[in-house]
């Protein structure tokens, strides 16, 4: 089965964050070993997760994409969230739990060499290049956004690609860990204190500490079997609840499967006077009129039902 086009540009997505986050992480971890600072070291393990997290989602993208087989019938799209969980849990132990650390034994025991215009050119280009991998995923969310007519804001909360989510969340904290970093070495140079560049170290771990929660969380739902947004599930009820042969729909449940598959059953109470082959005709428009309104829709199954049965 060849990949979507929404797969193929996550993909993309991945693959620019992982190269831009590996050249950042060594900048960083050089940059913090000559200056001295904790909140340089900090960055670059966030950096170093972040990179890692890029591997991680990657191979969801690719496991998650396998066609499916006689073992799985559905595919294999929630090996994806099994992948993103990992990386989410990644970026918690050991980029959180390194910043945090790192930071309280700097405040407790931390001396400074003194070289500071290192760690500010390095940032400052780790900077721009985040903004550029930021920039990509930005976009891919815009464009995905308004194919479905939402803000991209709801999008974000909404969507079953975890893999784009966890590009935007990292790239957006590595930004504003950046700009703390440099808060705290300005604040350390200016008043010759190690405490700042220690908090600046501990913020920056408990910034990680959010974006790993939200991704744990967000890939938890998608395992145990998300239905889709509210919004989308009342269409879908209302495009069934439209066809000619329909009397009313009973029970309508949705699952994601993965970021480019949606799962719809219904128990249909079709009309009385309506024939085998009317019930057949109903059945085919209706996945022909879900699945040309909402693309991402693979399984349809309609279970006939006298209203009022289980």
């Known amino acids: 089965m060849a990949e979507r086009n929404g797969t193929s540009e996550s993909v993309g997505t991945v693959v620019v964050a992982g190269l831009a986050n590996l050249a950042i992480a060594l900048a960083k971890l050089v940059a913090g070993v000559i200056s001295g600072s904790a909140a340089m070291l900090s960055e670059g393990a966030h950096s170093i997760a972040d990179t890692t997290t890029e591997v991680l989602l990657f191979t969801a993208l690719r496991r998650g994409a396998r066609p499916a087989d006689r073992i799985h019938p559905f595919g294999y799209g929630k090996e994806s969230y099994v992948w993103a969980f990992i990386a989410a849990v990644f970026t918690f132990v050991v980029g959180a739990g390194f910043s945090i650390t790192h930071g309280v034994n700097t405040i407790r025991f931390g001396e400074h060499t ?91 771990g408990l910034l990680l500490l959010v974006v790993a929660t939200i991704l744990a969380r967000s890939n938890i739902s998608l395992l145990v079997g998300r239905a889709v947004p509210q919004a989308m599930y009342d269409q879908i009820h209302r495009e069934l609840s439209a066809l000619p042969t329909v009397q009313r729909v009973d029970t309508l449940l949705t699952m994601h499967l993965g970021p480019d598959d949606i799962l719809v059953a219904a128990k249909v109470d079709f009309r009385d006077e309506a024939t085998g082959a009317d019930i057949e005709a109903g059945a085919e428009e209706a996945e022909r009129r879900l699945v040309g309104r909402f693309p991402h829709i693979r399984y349809v199954f309609l279970d006939p039902t006298r209203t009022g049965q289980p």
């Open 114 to 204: 003194g070289e500071f215009l290192v760690a500010y050119v390095v940032l400052v280009i780790s900077f721009l290049i985040e903004t550029v991998s930021l920039t990509r995923a930005v976009r891919q969310i815009r464009r995905a956004s308004r194919e479905r007519g939402i803000s991209g804001a709801r999008y974000l909360r909404n969507t079953a690609d975890t893999t784009v989510k966890a590009v935007f969340l990292e790239d957006t904290a590595a930004l504003i860990g950046i700009s703390v970093a440099a808060a705290g070495l300005a604040l350390s140079q200016a008043t010759g204190s190690e405490l700042w560049d220690g908090v600046a170290s501990i913020v920056i």
